[in-house]
């Protein structure tokens, strides 16, 4: 099976990522941070060791600015709710996952206002000067980005926003599900205040592990959502409002967290830009054999957006006629091709691109282990299937 749903979790991953499950699942299994036993204070050294090397990925002020989580839902759920209270106005975009759009949605019944902006459907970025408008006609508390789409991969000009931010006193949240991991960024230098990453995507870490950065400082304006025992000052019967333990009760993932070292630690060997490098040639390869199919019902979405190196790693694509979760299927079953088709929980950006009706898109997403055969064979898959749909 040639696996092309990255996006949605990576697989497969490093050997060192299984060889670090196995070994903390037999011969640790202690919990973190609760006990001072030597298997404890091993896992507790894994835990740190992974927070470490997550700050220095991302360019981050210190690894205490990173608190866990189990996904980036979590991480985006932890923010909004924590931060977003009665009266209070936020920008987002047309482009968002539903685990931004939908406690959005819940907030509204708490009095929170959000307003969508729309992107443009022909190159997939949203205009900054519709942010600056909203910035300088209304008082916005936050702005909510997605770093790329998960739909289109079309990465936005997350610095230009956050200028934008300072400039109106407005606070910068942005979802990198797509980009970490594949995209090498500095949190500092993009100047955002709060950043949500799953570690299972990008990353390369197992399923259910997350993660939320909280720029120094403001950890203090997002109220705790959950609260509960969090292996430190555990004589009080208060949540400590410090990073990141105000945001991490209970047992942590620690089998999770033992893999998402081990990945983080071979993405640093490795070297993120190389990754990066590795990503893009095949997206050029599939992009560039999708776009020279000549078929009038294929439609490729945003494509040059990879040319223009703005893309993190992630083409739609539909075939006028057949409904894009039955094109998928067929890719499953004759041609051997995992990817995912359909909304990808992204409804409003299929509204914007006209793709409600075929059924949503089918994407593909390579990761790093994506060889150059399977792109060909996964065009090849597609020339076949506009040939038998003429
Ligand atoms: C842009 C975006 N945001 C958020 C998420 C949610 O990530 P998770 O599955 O880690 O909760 C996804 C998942 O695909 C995504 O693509």
Redesign the pocket.
Known sequence: MIYMDN???SYPKPDCVYDAVDDYMRNSGASIGRSHSAAADAAFGIVSQCRQQLALLMDAESASNVAFTF????S?NLLLRGILKRGMQVVSTQL??N??LRPLNDLTESGVSHKLLEFDSQTGLIDCKDIERELTQSSVDLVVL?H???VTGVVQPVKEVAALCRAHGALLLL?A??TAGHLPFSVREMDVDFL?A?G??GLLGPLGT?LLYVRPGLEERVAHVRSGGTGTVSESAQQPTQMPSRFESGNPNGPGLAGLAAAVTWMSDQTISQVHDLIQERLSQLCNGLTAIDSDRLHVFCSDSVSAGRNCGVLSFVLEGIDSREVAAILEQSFQIACRAGF???PLTHQRLGTIESGGTIRFSPGLFTTEQDINWAVEAVQQLCEFAE
Request: glycine residues 4%; proline residues 0%; charged residues 15%.
């Open positions: 996006a949605a979790t996904n980036c839902t979590d985006l968002e996952h685990s931004v997605s790329a789409s998960n979802d599900a797509q949500a799953a299972h995507k997350g990808h929980c992204a």
